[in-house]
């Protein structure tokens, strides 16, 4: 049975090179897939990974039509077995929708790969849609950390290297990348509630005086069990 699948993570997770992992073992047997991107590292019509591998791949513009765009190729006389979307975050609740036809109507596997929640931990309206009409979700557990060490959980915007928390949904920006004064960094809950980045958490360790006022000043009650969730944090690591 084909079958829609959206693989969740947050930034800097490892998804594009799942994605490029997953069309690599599938044109290894012989499948033909078609590679959807938008915006990605390595320019127009691309999906590239951190580790270097790059895909050629069709640019998703805002009014693609997935499913038409698919009929034409098969009638044209191409052939698709499977199709990966990245960042999927990106796509409209109705393109997702429209994955979901090219899945039930076409018989053709989507592999979807997105972020899930915004910089506001908000859902992008397209992650949601995914997940409301995904056959399966996978969420991919991720090896990215925050700076205290902990499992990074959250995206985190920056602006001119202070964290924000309001702002555009979609702004275009990378890990360490800073696209002119907006950049992104993944955090654990912990310190994105806290609004703490690396760059400021190594502020407060050389003065206490920055740390943001939302800070607490004791801390956190131990609850019954005694169990302490979170490490503490080592300012400074990464
Ligand atoms: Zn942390």
Known sequence: MPELVFFSGTMDCGKSTLALQIEHNRSARGLQGMIFTRDDRAGVGKLSSRLGLVAEAVEVAEDLNFQQHLVRHLTAGGRTDYVIVDEAQFL???????????????GI??????????????????????????DRLETLQVE???WCGARATHNARTVGGRMVVEGAQV????????????GYEVLCRRHHRRRLTAASARAGALSPDVLPVD????????PPGGKVSAPAPRAGSH
């Open 109 to 134: 596997d989507v592999y979807a790969f997105g972020i899930a929640t915004d910089f506001r931990t908000r859902l992008f309206p397209g992650s949601q849609r995914l997940m409301e009409l995904a």
């Open 144 to 146: 990215a950390l925050c």
């Open 215 to 222: 800070e607490p000043s004791a801390a956190p009650p131990v």
């Open 171 to 182: 702004v275009v920006g990378d890990v360490g990348e800073p696209s002119g004064e907006v």
């Open 92 to 106: 409209s609740p109705e393109q997702v929708e429209q994955l979901a036809r090219v899945v039930d109507e076409l």
